[in-house]
């Protein structure tokens, strides 16, 4: 009996979600995302747990590949320059909303620092400003 639609497309972004959580926890256990500015992963694991982990973590994107497969599930496809699109226009409403106009909605805010914030901003808004108008061009 085949799956239907639906249920073939919760199931494709179950698979989809695991593999991401999955890549993302190998990246911390290797190390790859450590060296974030504004977020820090503390290692703490010793390598032979660090080892374990991973091995688990290979297994369990066997096991999800494996299902992925054995249910004839379809991957999501999508284009570079949809990708792109999409992430610069989130970035782009993360940064509107960061402005010091915005940000006096969770307090008072001194007109220094206010302009201070909005230097900062406004330099992100014109660099993502240059991404987008170069994804466009």
Same mark, same amino acid.
């Given at each position: 009996? !085949?799956?239907?639609?639906?249920?073939?497309?919760?199931?494709?972004?179950t698979a989809?979600?695991? !593999?991401?959580?999955?890549?993302?926890?190998?990246?911390?256990?290797?190390?790859?995302l450590s060296?974030?500015?504004?977020?820090?992963?503390?290692?703490?694991?010793?390598e032979?747990?660090?080892?374990?982990?991973?091995?688990?973590?290979?297994?369990?994107?066997?096991?999800?590949?494996?299902?992925?497969?054995?249910?004839?599930l379809?991957?999501? !496809?999508?284009?570079?320059?949809?990708?792109?699109?999409?992430?610069?226009?989130?970035?782009?409403?993360?940064?509107?909303?960061?402005?010091?106009?915005?940000?006096?909605?969770?307090?008072?805010?001194?007109?220094?620092?206010?302009? !201070?914030?909005?230097?900062?901003?406004?330099n992100?808004?014109?660099?993502?400003?240059?991404?987008m108008?170069?994804e466009?061009?």
């Amino acid at each position: 009996m !085949e799956l239907s639609s639906n249920h073939k497309r919760i199931l494709s972004v179950t698979a989809r979600k695991v !593999e991401t959580t999955l890549n993302e926890m190998e990246e911390i256990l290797k190390g790859k995302l450590s060296k974030n500015k504004t977020a820090q992963i503390i290692p703490d694991y010793n390598e032979e747990k660090r080892n374990e982990l991973l091995k688990v973590i290979e297994r369990i994107r066997t096991e999800n590949e494996r299902m992925f497969d054995e249910l004839s599930l379809k991957p999501l !496809e999508l284009t570079e320059e949809r990708v792109i699109k999409a992430k610069s226009a989130n970035l782009w409403t993360i940064l509107i909303d960061s402005s010091s106009v915005h940000l006096k909605n969770y307090g008072a805010l001194p007109d220094e620092k206010a302009a !201070e914030i909005d230097f900062h901003i406004d330099n992100l808004l014109t660099s993502l400003e240059i991404l987008m108008k170069t994804e466009n061009a």
